[in-house]
């Protein structure tokens, strides 16, 4: 810098100045040449990453090659026996922090041991269980099953690994049936799964009759939780005199004091204006012979005494005399729909109205050529094109989609559960909804209006043509309101009745 004329040499010469001006431009084109390849170089620049299996890989590697790179070991103490695990602090505390707090912060439980590694004992948490949290931890699957994943709920809660535990809650929730519900409703509140409890209480309501008759833990259920089922008027049921008989069951399976005392706010909840006169007399007449159960000697329950005294006093006939005298009129869930037949459309009179089937919502309903389908159908045509068993139409319940998980926060208005019409072909021939061929053995969910055909799909904005011979009545489907349909014992009665005389 600062050189104009000359410059030594290192033999001590000057160098000419135009030599000069040469050297420099040739300096400054190659820094330029330098700073537009790595500008260059810039823009072809991207970021890489590990691949997620590359790194599962390791961590299952990780986990064959516990007993020799684990830092430290974790001894588990069960009810019945203790194990021990080698782990790696370090990732125990990335996936739990109430593991991290013992390991490496203020709650630091580590015992150092003899031959370096130090020693973390964990109380309260079953082995097994331990076990399948840290495969997990390490990337590994795990097999789930009622039992596990109820198990793997609670220690998940416990040490704050949300995935698994979140995991564990959506299987319990589609694991739910009315076997188990009962029983998944208790241990839901033994590992604090509310989402569960809430799902359980679900259920219940829209399968209350199939639950009253398989689930065994049906008379162990509180009387609260039966209490707050028996107050929806969202419940299922065939009519409300086996309502009645569920509660009567309940009682009579495990009597206790304590349900004694309950049978009263359970049996105002009834819509008695639902059950004929024969029935109510029928159901007096039982409960006058109900007696308070005998307490036996020895009985330490707090208030069991104060209970006994208070059950000794209550008329539980003429509680339900007081209730049928103060009806509201509330009603039930007791239809799901309604399929309407019809006379077949042959382009000259209007087709008429042939049967119409209340649709109970605790059963499915066949329909087909035989004597044993609930609603008989093409048993007089020259030509079986009607299937033995044509067509299934009958309820599920229609989950919201995004079920409440236990991190997730509740919302007031969310969708609630309702039961959803489906129809499933059975037949050789088909059966069409509005035109469309449903084919056999697949499924359709039904709509309000629905037009359900038989072999020959005839829809009314097809040109119209003669009708052959062989054509057969068709059917509307209708469905209930969202509120759900009301209706008497003799109602429902008449409704179990199906025409077995169609075309």
């Not at 135009?18 to 040739?26: C, E, K, T, V």
């Not at 007696?291 to 069991?304: K, L, N, T, Y």
């Amino acid at each position: 810098y600062g050189l104009t004329e000359a410059c030594a040499s290192s033999d001590g010469k000057a160098t000419p100045p135009s030599l000069l001006s040469s050297g420099a431009m040739s300096a400054q084109s190659s820094r330029a040449a330098k700073r537009r390849r790595l500008e260059s170089e810039g823009r072809l620049a991207k970021q890489v990453e590990r691949n997620a299996e590359d790194m599962r890989a390791s961590l299952e590697d990780l986990h064959e090659s516990l007993a020799t790179m684990g830092d430290i070991v974790v001894v588990v103490e069960g009810d019945h026996e203790t194990k021990r695990f080698p782990c790696v602090s370090a990732l125990l505390a990335s996936a739990s922090r109430p593991l991290a707090a013992m390991l490496f912060g203020s709650m630091c439980a580590l015992v150092p041991r003899e031959d370096g590694k130090s020693e973390l004992r964990l109380h309260g948490t079953e082995p097994w269980c331990f076990d399948q949290l840290l495969r997990y931890i390490h990337g590994r699957s795990i097999t789930l099953d009622v039992d596990i994943a109820v198990h793997l709920h609670h220690v998940a809660d416990y040490y704050e690994v949300l995935p698994l535990r979140d995991s564990c809650c959506a299987f319990l929730l589609d694991a739910i049936r009315p076997h188990n519900c009962c029983h998944l409703f208790a241990r839901s509140h033994d590992v604090h799964c509310e989402p569960l409890a809430e799902r359980c209480i679900d259920f219940l309501t829209l399968a209350f009759p199939s639950v009253v008759e398989q689930d065994v833990d049906f008379p162990h259920l509180d009387p609260a939780v039966l209490a707050t089922v028996l107050a929806r008027d969202e419940l299922v049921c065939m009519g409300e005199f086996a309502v009645f008989e569920a509660i009567l069951q309940w009682y009579s399976s495990k009597s206790s004091v304590k349900k004694y005392v309950a049978l009263p706010e359970l049996l105002r909840l009834l819509r008695w204006h639902m059950i004929s006169e024969e029935k109510r007399t029928k159901a007096l007449e039982q409960l006058n012979k109900l007696r308070p159960p005998r307490m036996h000697a020895g009985c330490a329950e707090p208030g069991a005494d104060a209970e006994l005294e208070f059950a000794r006093r209550v008329d539980v006939a003429e509680v339900v005399a007081a209730a049928i005298a103060c009806e509201d009129g509330r009603t039930r869930h007791t239809r799901w729909g309604k399929l309407v037949g019809h006379s077949p459309h042959d382009g000259s009179t209007s087709p008429r109205v042939l049967d119409e089937h209340e649709l109970i919502c605790t059963k499915d309903y066949m329909v087909g050529r035989s004597r044993k389908t609930d609603i008989r159908v093409g048993q007089n045509a020259p030509m079986p094109y009607i299937s033995s068993q044509h067509f299934r139409i009958y309820h599920d319940i229609r989950w919201p989609e995004q079920p409440l998980l236990c991190n997730a926060a509740r919302v007031s208005n969310a969708p609630q559960p309702e039961l959803e019409p489906w129809l499933e072909d059975l037949s050789q021939n088909g059966t069409f909804v509005n035109d469309e061929l449903i084919g056999r053995n697949n499924k359709r969910r039904l709509q309000d209006g629905d037009r359900i055909e038989l072999v020959f799909a005839r829809g009314a904005n097809r040109p119209q043509v003669p009708a052959p011979p062989s054509t057969f009545p068709y059917y509307t489907f209708c469905a209930a309101s969202a509120t759900g349909e009301g209706g008497s014992d003799a109602a429902a009665k008449s409704a179990g009745t199906h025409n077995k005389g169609g075309g």
